[in-house]
Every structure is written in C-alpha cells, then in structure tokens.
C-alpha cells in the first residue's frame, strides 16, 4: 500500500532553515506529483508547494516564494522541501501527500517550530 514517510522537523530560530524528507513507497514515485502541505492548529490544511513527476516543475504558496524549495530524487523515492529564512508564523505540522483516483495519501506529519 501507499507509505509516505516523514522526516527532517523540529526547532529552529527564525532566519534559519530546516530541510523535510519525504520517503514514498507503494507506487511508482516518479509518475506521480507530490505535494507539501502545514497545518496549524485551529486552521486548515494548507498546500505549500507541489512538484510534478515527469518534468520536475514545480508550483508554491505566495507567501513561501523565494524561501522555500520542493524537489525530489526519483532514484531515492523521496522529495524534499528545504525552508530558509523561516518566521515564527510558519510553525506548523508539515505534512508529505500525494494523490490519485482512489483518493488521496498523507504521511504521519512532522512539527516544525520556529522561534522568535
């Protein structure tokens, strides 16, 4: 069945940055986007950025352009979202998907805390 495997949170000071690994398995990887979402409590998800399998484009949030980067290692199974110059507003669980037409498929969530 479809795994997605998180990786990669935990504290850091705003400025820094921090780098979430997400392991797949149970489906071809490299046929299928993958997406990074955060929620915060109280709110709902919210999508952060996406990155198409085939031709790698990728597509983000407005309020993360320019300090965050999706991107993914087709041969590792994995995608990643590096966060720089991150702020106290984006502490969040971050969370890996994917989706297809049975539905879609979320990995356990990681914390990522920012302080100020």
């Known amino acids: 069945q479809v795994q997605l495997v998180e990786s990669g949170g935990g504290l850091v000071q705003a400025g820094g940055s921090l780098r979430l690994s997400c392991v797949a398995s149970g489906f071809p990887f490299s046929n299928y986007a993958m997406r990074w979402y955060r929620q915060t409590p109280g709110k709902e998800r919210a999508l952060v950025a996406t990155?198409?399998?085939?031709?790698?484009?990728?597509n983000y949030a407005d309020s993360v352009k320019g300090r965050l980067t999706i991107y993914r290692d087709n041969a590792k199974n994995t995608v990643y979202l590096q966060m720089n110059s991150l702020k106290p507003e984006e502490t969040a669980v971050y969370y890996c998907?994917?989706?297809?037409?049975?539905?879609?498929?979320w990995g356990q969530g990681n914390q990522v805390t920012v302080s100020s």
């Open positions: 998907n994917t989706w297809d037409s049975r539905g879609n498929y």
């Open positions: 990155i198409v399998g085939t031709d790698v484009s990728t």
